[in-house]
């Protein structure tokens, strides 16, 4: 597959120094075949061949999640231990009622996801994780909300309707001392993504989402790990450890003329360390090494064949199917005439069909 060149779709430098982080951006038409990247049956192999339970592979609507005991079942292991296994017939069940599908780090599974993020990640010199949504009804999956990071968006199928609010708190965190305030009521735009759009949308920013086309809709959202002072600071507390009177005790017994000179003494330690002009690029030298160019685990998932339900399709080209019992699914790994190979229990298949 060829690059995706998210970098430059969104503007390359101009982007980075005009628009991350502080505005959202609309790129129509950038990926010309968003299929390249996941299609629904990559979908159905995904579920098909690896074990995936709530919360990674969840459902939500009106912006709860739903218990996962509506669309699993309770498995107990020959090791005594207990799983949640999809079930077909309540997933279909759930999914046609409006709830949407997630499915969380999507790049661990599916290696054309997995190169996508490997861009950004050389791009933006941070963390990039990807998230799978699906959807077919207009109902919202996860209301007015806001996200603690940077997200870039790749409509895949179908079309969806994204309401912003813009941000009412700079910068919030998932760990802070205070929550934005509430969002107002009309939207500062009103964007519809269709296959192959693009949009880039800064953390804190509110927004909505839903298939409210009259279609179904896929899209994969690369959510870009935040980089923040508190970050650095926590960084360098570990970094001057190195010195004495960081690992002190406290002179929490001492007069106070006595904790003023040990605050001295941290103070110059500190002071001196952020007036270092090299101290970024360290600590992002630093934070690049955990996470080497090019070693991104492809499919880091179960490395054989799958152990539970055949799918044989569930979704297919969006439309919800609807589950029937067979005799076999072709072409599904793991699934032999009907039967798994690895517990002899009879395949639940679909057919096709609206839902």
């Not at 990559?42 to 218990?67: K, Q, Y």
């Not at 700079?170 to 205070?178: H, N």
């Not at 800064?202 to 279609?215: N, T």
């Not at 952020?274 to 991104?296: E, F």
């Amino acid at each position: 597959m060829s690059p995706l060149n998210l970098a430059a779709h969104l503007g390359q430098d101009e982007f980075l120094a005009q628009v991350f982080h502080r505005r959202y951006r609309l790129v129509p038409a950038a990926v010309p075949t968003p299929g390249d990247l996941i299609t629904w049956d990559d979908i159905n192999t995904i579920l098909a061949t690896h074990r995936l339970e709530p919360p990674r592979l969840r459902l939500s609507a009106n912006g709860e999640t739903l218990p996962a005991h509506r669309y699993t079942a309770p498995v107990t292991t020959r090791r005594h231990t207990i799983r949640q296994r999809l079930h077909p017939a309540e997933l279909h069940a759930r999914l046609a009622e409006g709830a949407s599908l997630v499915i969380d780090a999507v790049d661990e599974l599916h290696p054309p996801v997995a190169r996508g993020a490997m861009e950004l990640e050389e791009w933006l010199r941070t963390g990039v994780q990807v998230n799978l949504y699906a959807s077919w009804t207009a109902r919202e999956g996860f209301g007015v909300h806001w996200d603690d990071h940077d997200v870039v968006v790749i409509q895949i199928d179908g079309a969806k309707r994204w309401k912003l609010y813009g941000p009412t708190r700079t910068a919030p965190m998932y760990k802070d001392t205070a929550e934005p305030e509430p969002p107002p009521e009309e939207p500062v735009a009103e964007l519809v993504l269709r296959p192959g759009d693009v949009l880039y949308l800064p953390r804190g920013w509110w927004h909505s989402v839903a298939a409210s086309e009259g279609e179904h809709s896929l899209h994969l959202t690369f959510g870009i790990q935040t980089t923040t002072g508190a970050q650095l600071l926590s960084w360098l507390a570990d970094d001057l450890r190195r010195h004495e009177v960081l690992r002190e005790d406290l002179p929490v017994h001492a007069a106070a003329a006595q904790q003023a000179v040990y605050l001295d003494r941290l103070r110059k330690e500190v002071t001196g360390a952020l007036k270092d002009p090299g101290l970024i690029s360290r600590y992002t030298a630093m934070r690049d090494g955990t996470l080497p160019a090019g070693t991104r685990r492809l499919c880091r998932g179960r490395r054989g064949r799958a152990c539970f339900f055949g799918w044989g399709g569930l979704f297919a080209a969006g439309a919800v199917a609807v589950p029937v019992q067979v005799a076999s699914v072709a072409g599904v790994a793991g699934v032999d005439r009907g039967r798994s190979r690895c517990s002899g229990r009879r395949a639940v298949g679909v057919v096709r069909g609206a839902a």
